[in-house]
C-alpha cells in the first residue's frame, strides 16, 4: 500500500522547510527509526525517522526546495 | 530533572563531533540531559544547506593558513570557531511543550542574554535572525541539529576569541561584525566563569539540575 510522507509539525510560527537532504533514493528499502530525510527550519536541521519499513517510491520534493508544514515530500510502500 | 555536565576542554571539531553523537544514543536510551561545554582547535563549519562559495569568502586562503572547513549537520550557514570561544552543546530529549524548534531556539537566546547580563553586558535579539547580538555586532551563533527530537550541536559564544578569522566569512550568512565578551568590557573574561554562568543559566530555563562536571581527557 502507498502512502505520502509528509513534513512533520516542527512547532508553532514554523510554516516553510527546507528539504536539507534526502538520505535515500527511489527504489531504497528504508527501515523503522532510520533517518530518511533532513529538514532545515531557521537554524535547526531536523532528521526525520522513517516511522515503518518501506521502500520509497518517489521523492516529490527535492533537496534544497522548500515545503510547508504537511505538505507531502515522498511516495513510499509499506513493506 | 538532573543533568549531567561534559567538559572537554580544547578539543578538534570532529572529536568532539563524535563525543556529541555518542552522546545523543546515550541520552536517546536514557533520557538524561546532558550539556558538554568545550573549546574548538580553530576550524570554519558550514551548515548542511550552506555553500562554500557563498560566505566563506576566500577558502583557499583559509586553507593555506592550515585551518579546516567542515561541513556539518546543523542548521545555519558558515560560521567560525577558535580557542576563547565557549562552545556549549545541550543534547536533550525534547519533550512537550518543548517540541518547537522556535521556541527551542528562543530560550537558547535567553540563556546568552542573560549570561551577558550577569557581566553587565546588555544584548539582544536581532529580528529574523538566530543569535546573540549586542547592538548591531554578534557574540554569539546558536545552530542545532535534532535527531528523534534529540537536540545536538548548539551555542559558540565569543568570550576572548580572536575574532580576525569571522573577516573571511559572512558569519551566517550575515553582513555583520563580530564582537566577544572582552572586547565588550575592555578587560579579559574568565572562561570558568563564563562556563560555569552558562550552566546556570541552563539549569533555569530547562528547570535542571547540574551533576558535577565530568572532565573528559580523551581529546
Known amino acids: 500500500m502507498t502512502k505520502e510522507i509528509?513534513?512533520?509539525f516542527l512547532g508553532d510560527g514554523i510554516d516553510k522547510v527546507t528539504i536539507a537532504e534526502w538520505h535515500y533514493k527511489p527504489e531504497d528499502v528504508v527501515s523503522q527509526g532510520e533517518d530518511f530525510f533532513e529538514l532545515e527550519a531557521d537554524k535547526a536541521l531536523f532528521n526525520v525517522p522513517c516511522e515503518k519499513k518501506c521502500i520509497l517510491r518517489?521523492?516529490?520534493v527535492p533537496a534544497g526546495q522548500e515545503a510547508s508544514i504537511g505538505q507531502a515530500v515522498a511516495i513510499v510502500e509499506d513493506l | 530533572?538532573?543533568?549531567?555536565?561534559?567538559d572537554l576542554g580544547l578539543i578538534d571539531f570532529l572529536s568532539a563531533y563524535h563525543i556529541q553523537q555518542q552522546t545523543v544514543r546515550k541520552v536517546l536510551d536514557e533520557r538524561i540531559p546532558t550539556v558538554i561545554l568545550c573549546e574548538h582547535r580553530p576550524v570554519f563549519t558550514l551548515g548542511r544547506l550552506a555553500r562554500e562559495g557563498g560566505s566563506l569568502l576566500d577558502p583557499g586562503s583559509i586553507r593555506q593558513q592550515g585551518i579546516d572547513i567542515l561541513r556539518t549537520d546543523r542548521g545555519g550557514d558558515v560560521t567560525f570557531h577558535g580557542p576563547g570561544q565557549l562552545i556549549a552543546y545541550p543534547i536533550f530529549f525534547l519533550k512537550e511543550p518543548l517540541r518547537d524548534l522556535k521556541r527551542?531556539?528562543?530560550?537558547l537566546e535567553d540563556v546568552v542574554i542573560d549570561l551577558l547580563k550577569y557581566f553587565g553586558i546588555v544584548a539582544n535579539r536581532l529580528n529574523g535572525y538566530t543569535g546573540v547580538f549586542v547592538?548591531?555586532?554578534k557574540i554569539a551563533s546558536i545552530g542545532i541539529g535534532v535527531k528523534k527530537w534529540v537536540t545536538y550541536h548548539g551555542i559558540g559564544l565569543n568570550v576572548s576569541t580572536d575574532l580576525s578569522p569571522f573577516s573571511l566569512v559572512k558569519p551566517c550568512g550575515l553582513d555583520v561584525t563580530m564582537t566577544s565578551i572582552a572586547r565588550e568590557l575592555k578587560a579579559d573574561a574568565s572562561m570558568d566563569l563564563v562556563k560555569q554562568e552558562i550552566l546556570d543559566q541552563l539549569a533555569k530555563k530547562f528547570d535542571l539540575k547540574m551533576m558535577d562536571i565530568c572532565h573528559d581527557k580523551r581529546n
Not at chain 2, 530533572?1 to 561534559?6: A, F, L, R, T
Open chain 2, 1 to 6: 530533572m538532573q543533568c549531567h555536565i561534559i
Open chain 1, 6 to 8: 509528509k513534513v512533520p
Open chain 2, 135 to 137: 547592538r548591531e555586532k
Open chain 2, 104 to 107: 527551542f531556539l528562543y530560550k
Open chain 1, 58 to 60: 518517489t521523492i516529490l
